[in-house]
């Protein structure tokens, strides 16, 4: 599914993202010989898959590095960088909130610098990856990062960096809040009367179909929901109170900002 694999794949961190990240490369046939994990843990990653609890004296050659431990972190993680010989081909980084000149100034001169928002649906090759990089990256580097996504699902540069909280919010922090409507879908079946499981069950199979069938339909939601709504009728009826006043748009608007605000404000703390 890669053209080109990275000669060497050196993880710092792999927690819940990172995580699902290595295990679809290595179910598309990444080689887990290729792969570095460091994390203070040890625990082991996955078959195959050498983990380390400190920097090694040297990255090999065809390094490409994954920043993937907390934001908070990197200012320890980048002294100890330094110290490692030989440099990374590219610096990818999935650290929420810590812009590129963040991490320029922190990583080695004349880095290629790549940042990436994955959102956890990368594990099964459906989830979106948003990528930025500014002017100092060279473009074989920005190739062989998207080259890399793309396996995870949607790859998607974004022009504006400006726009990265806004766009973290959306796809990044999106799965949980649809994992919230899936909840609130059957909650509200089991307090009009259905049995909670049953409920819990019907809404997550209706969200799943639903949206396959929105993905593969080739017409826009909106469309969708407006041919099966007809005048009258029962859907109609449902719809009406989701659409009165725009309730459901103010109400995800809103929802968006204060994720995307909180990840303006953790970038000026950082
Ligand atoms: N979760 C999401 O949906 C999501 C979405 C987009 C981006 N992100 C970004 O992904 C990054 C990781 O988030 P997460 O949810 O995966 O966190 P997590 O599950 O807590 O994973 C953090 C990883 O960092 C490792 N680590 C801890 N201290 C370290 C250190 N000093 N040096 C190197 N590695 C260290 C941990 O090691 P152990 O395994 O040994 O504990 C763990 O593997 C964050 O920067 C976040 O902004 C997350």
Redesign the pocket.
Known sequence: MVDAWPQHLFM????????QMLSRWLACGLDPASVTV??????PVAPGVEVITHFPARFPDGTALI?????H?FE??AA?LAKVAGTPTMFIS?????TAAQLRAALPEGANIVRV????PVGVGQGVCALYTDELTELAARSAAEALMRPLGLAEWIADEAQFNLV?ALS??G??YLFRFIDALGIAAARLGLPEDQAARLALATVRGASTLAVEAGESPGILADRVASPGGMTREGMNVLDAGESLIALLTETLRAARDRGEEMARKA
């Open positions: 710092v961190g792999c927690g819940n993202m990172a995580g460091l994390r203070p843990s040890g625990k920043l993937g431990m907390k934001p972190q320890n993680v100890e999935i650290l929420a909130g810590t928002m994955p959102n956890t973290t990044g922090c799965p949980a």
